[in-house]
């Protein structure tokens, strides 16, 4: 067939039959008519049929006919019905990508506000984590210096015992306010954290600290650094005095550096009436004898 | 003329019945209709060259409907469809045309 219509005999072989040379296109048009039409033609004239009457279309014919017009007629209802039903599924699908595409939008547009305010939120948490660090170191220093946190430090240890005569609570504040003075960070008589509110009282013979009483010999447990503190006790006015009346009444009182000593916290008072002046943020004076 | 009066009346009660195609047999209806239209085409040219048989047409007519219809329905199965319809519609319209050219030399002496 790609031969084309040359019709070349090949080889020793006769030359092929028509239909095999000819081009299919050609082919299909010269058959467009069914060759049956031509045969049945020749039959009847071989038969010496006339062809008049068979020229006639009978009943078979139009059946038929009738049939195509039948297809074509329900095809093309089919065809627009179909189509309408495409241009209804197209438009609903379009409108439904539309919503989507706002909806989307909506959401983009949330998502980009979120993530601002998520930015936004951990700047502010950063914030918040270096306040809440610098505020909890000022609460330590805070516990550290009021005597409200426990503590553990170098320092030295006193064992004093009752002084004779004289008023108790008057002997052991001149002692403390001795170690004060010699730069002492934090004191605890027999185990109990000396703050700015501790009262010392006397109860008879002995002391007392927030009204629960003590048994002397006490022993007084003071962190400060264990170089300076027991010169400067000597060296302060009350320190000074204490160390007389230990020198001339000759009670016992003894006064031994430790490497390491460790302080509990006193218990914080509730219900406190003072309100602070400080701003939070002011920071914290600092301990001018440290 | 009688052949024209079947076709209207073909069309009239397709239109007024409006038959349900099944859905099976929907994707072969077009290719049914232009089988259907070469045959037809064909008959007209028979009749004009006045060799028009009956029979010939009737059988030209339901082979060409069921050939088609056949071709695509294979094509389905084996996944070509869309291009055997393709040739299928492609071998029919050349018919047509064919056979409509030679009409319209009868018709008009053209």
């Known amino acids: ?290 | 003329m009688i052949a024209v009066l079947g076709l209207l009346g073909g069309v009239l009660l397709g239109l007024v019945l409006q038959p349900d195609v099944p859905v099976g047999l929907e994707p072969y209806l077009p290719i049914a209709v232009v089988a259907a239209l070469d045959a037809a085409f064909g008959g007209l040219r028979a009749f004009l060259d006045g060799i028009f048989d009956d029979k010939v047409f009737v059988v030209s007519f339901v082979s060409n409907v069921v050939i088609a219809a056949g071709i695509v329905y294979i094509g389905d199965r084996l996944g070509v469809g869309g291009q055997l319809s393709t040739g299928v519609i492609v071998v029919l319209g050349i018919r047509i045309f064919s056979n409509v050219a030679a009409i319209r030399r009868h018709l008009f002496h053209a």
């Open chain 1, 1 to 290: 067939m790609a031969e084309g219509g040359s019709g070349t005999p090949r080889g020793s072989a006769g030359p092929l039959p028509r239909h095999v040379t000819t081009p299919l296109l050609s082919l299909v048009t010269e058959q467009a008519l069914e060759e049956d039409y031509r045969r049945a033609a020749e039959r009847r004239a071989d038969a010496g049929v006339r062809p008049g009457p068979s020229r006639r279309a009978g009943v078979p014919a139009l059946a038929a006919v009738a049939v195509l017009g039948l297809l074509l007629a329900v095809a093309a209802v089919e065809t627009s019905a179909d189509r309408g039903a495409r241009e209804q599924g197209r438009a609903s699908l379009v409108a439904e990508a539309r919503s989507r595409r706002d909806l989307l939008a909506d959401q983009q547009t949330r998502l980009a506000e979120l993530r601002d305010a998520n930015l936004a939120e951990s700047a502010a948490l950063t914030d918040l984590a270096e306040r809440q660090e610098s505020v909890d170191d000022r609460l330590r220093r805070l516990r550290t210096i009021t005597g409200y946190g426990a503590v553990r430090g170098p320092g030295i240890r006193v064992d004093v015992d009752e002084p004779p005569g004289g008023d108790p609570a008057d002997d052991m504040t001149l002692l403390l306010d001795g170690l004060w003075n010699a730069g002492a960070e934090g004191i605890a008589v027999d185990g109990r954290r000396i703050t700015a509110l501790t009262r010392v009282a006397s109860t008879g013979p002995a002391v007392s600290l927030d009204g629960r009483s003590l048994v002397p010999p006490y022993e007084l447990d003071v962190v400060g650094d264990p170089d300076t503190l027991q010169a400067r006790f000597a060296e302060s006015s009350s320190g000074a005095a204490f160390t007389a009346l230990a020198d001339t009444l000759l009670f016992g009182f003894e006064i031994t550096g430790v490497e390491e000593v460790e302080l509990p916290a006193a218990t914080a008072p509730s219900g406190l009436t003072a309100r602070p002046l400080l701003a939070p943020d002011d920071d914290l004076p600092e301990r001018s004898g440290s």
